[in-house]
Nanobody, 126 residues
């Protein structure tokens, strides 16, 4: 019901781009708010971006605004994170997460999200 599988991570030079994908199992995906989080070595996991179940509202970490874009395709049970102008400090394991609560407001709090993927590594080199 709540399996999430991320892909699209890799090694990229600073200033480059990557697109992460997260495919969800189950027909309930279209009703879930979705989020992306990341965790760098030695640091706590932090919120990156979130999108409402309808796709009509998004929310971003200040440091990624204007560079990252979250989107979703409910017909494909997939949420995306387009990352442009990548910086060294974007290096982290990126996790997809699902909030089945159906709230109108997307959340930046990890405890709001019930289902998590296994993560995909993003490494930005100089």
């Amino acid at each position: 019901q709540g399996q999430l599988v991320e892909s699209g991570g890799g090694l990229v030079e600073a200033g480059g781009s990557l697109r992460l994908s997260c495919v969800a199992s189950g027909r309930a995906f279209s009703r879930y708010n979705m989020g992306w989080f990341r965790q760098a070595p030695g640091k706590e996991r932090e919120f990156v971006a979130a999108i409402r179940w309808s796709g009509t509202s998004t929310y971003y970490l200040d440091s990624v605004k204007g560079r990252f874009t979250i989107s979703r395709d409910n017909a494909k049970n997939t949420v995306y994170l387009q990352m442009n102008s990548l910086k060294l400090e974007d290096t982290a394991v990126y996790y997809c997460a699902a909030d089945p609560g159906g709230s109108l407001a997307v959340s930046s709090h990890s405890d709001q999200y019930r289902y998590w993927g296994q993560g995909t590594q993003v490494t930005v080199s100089s």
